[in-house]
């Protein structure tokens, strides 16, 4: 993913919300999202699969968690030996204290990342380039892009924002509008002012390019936006919408089931 909000708590019906842009090369051969059995999580989970590397960017188990993982935008790019896609497979499988530890040890066999792990009571989040890595998340609504959680670029106030502003208004009694009306605010394709742009070395052009919630390009852009909501009765949805080039339309998924123990 490149672009994710997240609410904990915010709304007394859904006690979790995520909505999320993945950004990806068009070539990049992937698999859309639907159930499969990852032996890394040890479970069956609904995600997305990346066919180069192997693992995914977004995962929800039967439970309700929720993990997702986002690259840390840097002009020089230190290649990893291991995937980052296997992150948050392994989100899914162990607790906070062993996760951290493991992630500590072996945190430069990945390239810059964040990985957060969400269900409906709080979340945690641990990035390879946070000098105090492994934080737990509480009640609130957060925004995650390419650098740290939280880190005030544009996009990410704009779309944190609107989904805020969205989830006051939010009715328990109609989630799948709540769905639509999420994947419609992720479609903002407003840039940012220049002057407002981040510099993490990538150039000033492309800095611009990347400035939207919702990226159109022709070989780089917003592949899938994706919803997921947890209500308080355990009712749990997850709405995926594929994207092309140029932004066009492609593929609507959209799942139900009510939470596991």
Known sequence: ?????????????????????????FRRPTATMDWWYSETAGRDVLAGRDLLSGGTWLAVDGAGQVSAVTNVREGTQVQGTHSRGELPLLA???????????????????????????????????????????RHVHRGTYGLSNHL??????????????????????SSENTDELHQRLIER????????????????VGRDTERFLSSPFIVGSDYGTRATTVVTVSASGDIRVTEQGWGPEGEK???????WQRSA
């Open 1 to 25: 993913m490149c672009l994710i909000v997240f609410s904990v708590r915010q709304h007394p019906a859904f006690p979790l919300v995520v909505a999320a842009n993945r950004d990806e090369f």
């Open 92 to 134: 899914l499988a162990e607790e906070n204290n062993a996760l951290e530890a493991r992630l500590q040890q072996h945190k430069g066999r990945y390239s810059g990342f964040n990985l957060v792990r969400l269900d409906g009571q709080a979340g945690w989040y641990f990035s390879n380039r946070d000098a105090h890595p492994g």
């Open 149 to 170: 959680l939280q880190t005030p670029w544009p996009k990410l106030l704009r779309l944190r924002n609107s989904v805020t502003s969205l989830l006051e208004d939010a």
């Open 186 to 201: 992720l479609q903002d394709t407003t840039p940012a002012p220049d002057q407002e742009l981040p510099d993490t070395g």
């Open 250 to 256: 492609e593929d609507i998924r959209r799942f139900r």
